[in-house]
C-alpha cells in the first residue's frame, strides 16, 4: 500500500527536522569531547570557511561567480581592528559598524561590478580583491605589509572571555548558524525564486518583471557583507592580520568550497566543502610540497567525474563511477588506435 504524497512530504519533514537537531546537539557538545586545541583551531577556521562559501554559492544562485570574497573579508579584518585599537570601541560595537561600512562599500563597487555579469565580473572581482590586499599593504595605518600585531580579543561576555578555542568555537558557531537561517529564508523567499530565475534565463526573468541588476546587487551586498563578518570575527581570533592572509589564493579556496560540497546545495555544500578543504590538507602536512598538488588532484578528480560535488554524488550516485573510468580509457586507447592506424 502506498503512502499518500501528504504523508510523504510530512515524514521527509519530520526526518529532515530531526537530522538537523541531532547536528545542532552534535556541533554544540563536539568541542567539549575534543582536548587538542589543535583540532579546534582547524573546526573554526571551516566555519569561517564555511560562511565565505555561502557568500560564493549566494552569488552563484543569482548567475554570478565571484573571486573577491577574499577582498571583502579583508575589509572586515581590517575595519574592525581599525575601530577597536584606534577609536577604543568594543569589539561588539565595532562589529555592526563594520557590516555597515561594508556594506555601504560592497553598494557602492557594486553598482559598477554588477553591470559587468559573465568573465568580466569574475576578472574585476578577482583584481579588487588584489587591489585591496595591495592597498592595505602601501597603508601605513594599517601596518603595511608586516600587519598589526596584538589585536585585543572581544570583551567578555558574562563568564566567557574569549581566552580559550572553545570560547571562541562557539562564537563562529552562532555567527555560521545566523548566517544559515538568514540565508535559507533569503533561499525559501520571493527574493531566491528571483535568484534562481535570473540564472536559470536573465532574459526570461526579465519578462516577468525581475529587476535582473537589482537582484544581483542585493546579492553582492549581503554577500560581501557576511564576508565581512567573518573577517572581523578573524582579526580578534588570530590577533594579527597581515595582507598575506587575503592574497588571491583564499578567493580561489573560496570558490573550491562551494565546488567541492556540490554547487546546486547552496548551504551544506560550502560547509561540508570547507570542512574537507580544511582538514585534508593539514593531515597532507607531512608532504607540504606537494600538498598543492595531491590536492589539485583530488579536485580534479571530483570535478570531472563527480560534477555534481560531494552531496550531488551522494544525492544522485552515479550509474557506476568506474563507467566513466572505464569509457574516458576507451577513448584514449581507441584514438591511440587511430593515430596509430593513420
Known sequence: MKLPNSL?????TRYKWIAII???????VLPLCIESNYIKHLL???????????????LFSSGLITLGAAAFY?????????????????FWAALPLTLVFTAILALGFGAVFVRNAGVAFVIITLIFAQVVVLA??????LGGWGGIMGIPRPNPVGTVNFAAKTDYYYLILAMLLLVVLIYNALYSSRIGRAWRA???????????GINEYRYRLLAFVIGST????????????????????????????????AVLGGLEFYILGPAIGAVVMTFVPEYLRIVKEW?????????????LFFPGGILGTLKNPPALSLNKFHSLYNRLVTGKKRDSNS
Open 74 to 90: 579583508a575589509v572586515g579584518a581590517y575595519s574592525s581592528t581599525v575601530l577597536v585599537m584606534n577609536a577604543g570601541l568594543s
Open 198 to 208: 535570473i540564472k536559470l534565463s536573465p532574459k526570461l526573468a526579465g519578462t516577468l
Open 291 to 303: 600538498e598543492p598538488i595531491i590536492t589539485g588532484v583530488i579536485l580534479l578528480v571530483v570535478i
Open 22 to 28: 541531532i547536528v545542532l546537539i552534535a556541533l554544540i
Open 136 to 141: 592595505a599593504a602601501q597603508a601605513d595605518f
Open 44 to 58: 573554526i577556521m571551516a566555519c569561517i570557511g564555511a560562511i565565505l562559501g555561502m557568500t560564493f554559492s549566494l
Open 226 to 257: 557576511t564576508a565581512a563578518l567573518a573577517g572581523c570575527f578573524y582579526a580578534h581570533y588570530s590577533q594579527n592580520i597581515t595582507p598575506g592572509a587575503f592574497g588571491g589564493w583564499l578567493s580561489i579556496y573560496v570558490q573550491l568550497y
Open 8 to 12: 510523504k512530504t510530512d515524514r521527509v
